[in-house]
């Protein structure tokens, strides 16, 4: 995959929530969640429904402001800044429901990306069809008629155009055949793999923490556990309460 990134040594952590209270209105959510997420790895974020998951990284991605803590991104405080923003800075985001324009073809979805200018559009797409191949060709087509697979290749290709050096997924996998959501997976390490942070959340939770560096376990808006993936994958308390035995 011809994809260069805005990296920082392997150690260095570019993403880093603190104590962050974040919520919807008077509804606080998140009431104190700590993640960090260093240069080159994989994390995933699991938990039950409605321990805060999306929440994250709908805080980070400036679509909702933090009421308490800290959110920085390589040092520097971005909790608050606007969504435009945060893209520009290398954070790509890739939301679970309506992630594409589905009545704009592909080609115009993955242009959407590009929006904040300073890309070479052509060949960024050209990155994207390289790593979905099954997109070459058929850039003029309406995204909204492709399958739900593919329709997820176009949105995480839209949050690749501006080279980001973290990308977000929340809940890439959801609605798809097991079939599919191996081919979604296998694609997520292969961005990991050129040195794209990846941050994700995920209702299959035992497959994400097999191929993540590290993981979180939230529950009702603060940390429960933290570990690499196969730590949580062999802690029996984990198993019990979060994976289902």
Known sequence: MH????RGPSDTVMLDL???????GELDVLKDVSISVASGELVVIVGPNGAGKSTVLKTVAG???PKAGRVAFNGRDIGGSRPDQI?????????QERNVFAKLSVRENLEMGAFLGGVDTRSRIAAIEALFPGL?????????SLSGGERQFVAIGRALMRDPAVLM??????GLSPKFAEVVFAKIREINGAGIAVLMVEQNARRALEIADRGYV????TNRHEDTGQGLLDDPEVGRLFLGG
């Open 3 to 6: 994809i260069s990134v805005r």
């Open 18 to 24: 603190t104590g962050v209270r974040a919520g919807y």
């Open 63 to 65: 679509l909702l402001r």
């Open 87 to 95: 893209a520009a800075l290398g954070i790509g985001y890739v939301p």
């Open 136 to 144: 070459r060709g058929r850039e003029s087509q309406a995204a909204g």
């Open 169 to 174: 997924l929340d809940e890439p996998t959801a």
């Open 218 to 221: 939230l529950a009702l808006g």
